[in-house]
């Protein structure tokens, strides 16, 4: 009897053991602080480019964005931005239990030079944790069960690998989201197994939406997503991954008891490597992977890797064809990736294609919450970008990126009053960006060649120096037709930019 209640005392005495004793990992911040010299656009005055260009100054501006801005990463390399992520870690009271909890935070240090701008503080993906381990470990790899909360922002938790693929969740520089529209902020959990050669997952997602009643004002419903998927742990060089989902976000615009804006679909990654875990996709201005992440380890000097992803989306939106009816939009989308290191040769090369409605997917549709009319015609985007690197120990690093893309396009036919078919194209860039070509006017395919030239003057601080010549004979603007009135009319197609920034991350 007295051994029982020793054991449960101790046990009290645990429960009641105060958080500070808790094994608490080491608080890591990380900070990138750039500045820029530079003019995105010599050619033309301000206000004759799209973006407009200011002219020389110091700064960073939307002109700067590569062709591909966003392919891979979150980040375009230009933020002033700090990151602070605080972890602990404690064992649980159950055999072979941990517990983890972490606080993300990422303040965006360019409002302070605004007047009277606040600081915007976002969170990255805070969570608490707990983790099971099951039989004992072997290997690298341990098989456990974990469940993972965020219970602040959860909607970096998407389907798909590149940011371009990516969907059902914030992706890119710009947090292009289908909850962009929500009450506030997406909360999410997530389930995973990893056993033996799969690691497996199941993730819940939800966010509150302003919704007609049939009677009354309108209120706020919680919308849901689920998604799943499993992926390859073995050894070998080969990686494979399987994801699907399907995300509500939302009602169609239209009376109360409108169908539900949905997106749902599966996404297809393979890749292949020696040296090299995954291709790393073509380098831009400083856009080579997140500066905040810790630093995976070097590739090995002889290296190469392949990689393949495709999408295939259905949205539910409101048809373009019959008003009041809502109908399953397909959107797919595909990507392949390549590099080779070969001594201070680093080769990288991408190719992607995707439908207009996948373009416009966060929006959701090329036109708001509507299908495509069955009688348009689509062109895809197809995207072929390049880069070449020599690698020097000196920490001299010359590149050349360059790219071609063909953009996506809706091409609309109708009849005017006296019968004559007419007609316009749009091109689609993404959401928020749709421009209209004059009557008659097909797409061009855009041209981008940027020479760049890196010196690292430490581990803390690196200097980069760039050209950017851009041919675009797609942007459009209003100018006075000979009979008087106002028509479309193309802006001067070549854009030649330069610069020099200075970046510490640290």
């Not at 606080?103 to 007047?115: K, N, S």
Request: glycine share 12%.
């Amino acid at each position: 009897m007295t051994k029982r209640w020793v054991r449960r005392a101790a046990l009290l005495g645990l429960l009641a053991t105060p958080r500070a004793h808790a094994e608490d990992a080491a608080p890591h911040l990380r900070t990138s602080l750039v500045w820029i010299w530079g003019d995105d656009d010599v050619l033309h005055a301000p206000s004759q480019g799209t973006p407009p260009s200011p002219g020389p100054g110091i700064g960073d501006r939307a002109g700067y964005d590569g062709l591909f801005e966003g392919l891979a990463s979150r980040y375009t390399g230009r933020e002033n931005r700090s990151e602070v992520r605080l972890e602990g870690e404690a064992p649980g009271l159950l055999p072979g239990l941990t517990t983890r909890a972490g606080l993300a935070l990422g303040l965006e240090l360019g409002g302070l030079g605004e007047r009277a701008a606040p600081l915007l503080v976002a969170d990255l993906g805070s969570f608490v944790e707990a983790r099971w381990a099951l039989g004992t470990r072997r290997g690298p790899r341990e098989n456990s069960l974990m469940l993972r909360l965020l219970p602040i922002n959860g909607d970096r938790e998407r389907v798909g690998e590149l940011e371009a693929l990516a969907w059902g969740g914030a992706v890119g520089p710009r947090w292009e989201s289908p909850y962009a529209a929500a009450l506030g902020p997406v909360r999410a959990g997530r389930l995973e197994l990893a056993a033996g050669w799969a690691r497996v997952h199941v993730g819940l997602k939800t966010a509150s939406f302003l919704e007609q009643q049939a009677a009354g004002p309108a209120v706020a419903e919680t919308s849901y997503g689920v998604h799943a998927g499993v992926e390859s742990r073995w050894s070998a060089p080969v990686a494979v991954a399987l994801g699907v989902g399907h995300f509500e976000h939302g009602r169609l615009p239209g009376p109360a008891g409108s169908p539900r804006a949905t997106t749902s679909g599966v996404s297809l990654r393979v890749s292949f490597g020696v040296g090299l875990e995954r291709p790393r996709p073509p380098v831009a201005f400083l856009s080579d992977g997140s500066p905040f992440d810790r630093l995976d380890s070097p590739p090995e000097r002889h290296a190469f890797a392949i990689g393949i992803e495709a999408t295939h989306l259905v949205q539910r939106l409101e048809s373009g064809d019959h008003p009041g009816e809502s109908v399953l939009a397909p959107a797919r989308a595909a990507a392949a990736t390549a590099e080779l290191r070969a001594g201070v040769l680093d080769l990288r090369g991408a190719f992607i294609v995707r439908d207009p409605s996948f373009v416009m997917r966060n929006a959701p549709g090329v036109f708001p919450a509507q299908a495509v009319p069955r009688d348009a015609a689509e062109q895809p985007e197809l995207g072929v970008l390049a880069s070449a690197g020599l690698v020097f120990f000196a920490g001299l690093s010359p590149s050349l990126s360059a790219g071609v893309l063909w953009p996506g396009a809706i091409m609309l036919q109708a009849i005017d009053r006296q019968g004559q078919l007419v007609g316009g194209t749009l091109i689609v860039r993404g959401p928020g960006d749709v421009e209209a070509l004059p009557p008659g006017e097909p797409p061009v395919p855009l041209f981008d060649l940027r020479p760049a030239l890196e010196l690292r003057l430490s581990r803390l601080l690196e200097v980069v120096g760039w050209l950017d010549y851009r041919r675009d004979f797609n942007r459009t603007r209003l100018v006075s037709t000979p009979e008087g009135t106002l028509g479309r009319g193309f802006r001067s197609p070549e854009r030649l930019g330069y610069g020099v920034a200075a970046r510490a991350v640290w």
